[in-house]
């Protein structure tokens, strides 16, 4: 079993900045990709960010430039790092892990969410 614990969302003033980090504990032999994807009002849930193993990332297209992705293999923690944050960043966000046993089996595991408000 495999958990991800979620912290460092909460209310912010737009141009502002938060950072969000997910670590993961339990049955790990080791992590493949890990992401953070989040779901606003009314919306689909959407991939914001991803990174591999080896720090290849990729971003959506609205966050390009202003959000940062990066992680801890030492830690089994990923982080994002959110800059120059708009009303329209508001959201839920959720970590993703890749996560092989030793077994080789791959599983995903999401967070548990945590919310970011931005105010106008």
């Known amino acids: 079993q495999v958990e991800l614990v979620e912290s460092g969302g909460g209310l912010v003033q737009a141009g502002g900045s938060l950072r969000l980090s997910c670590a993961a504990s339990?049955?790990?032999?080791?992590?493949?990709?890990m992401g953070w994807y989040r779901q606003g009002p009314g919306k689909l849930r959407e991939l914001v960010a991803s990174i591999t193993t080896g720090g290849s990332t990729m971003y959506a297209d609205s966050v390009k430039g202003r959000f940062t992705i990066s992680r801890d293999n030492a830690k089994n923690t990923v982080y994002l790092q959110m800059n120059s944050l708009r009303p329209e960043d508001t959201a839920v966000y959720y970590c993703?892990?890749?996560?092989?046993?030793?077994?080789?089996?791959?599983?995903?595991?999401w967070g548990q969410g945590t919310q970011v408000t931005v105010s106008s």
């Open positions: 993703k892990v890749d996560v092989r046993d030793r077994l080789l089996r791959t599983f995903n595991y």
């Open positions: 339990g049955s790990i032999f080791s992590i493949n990709a």
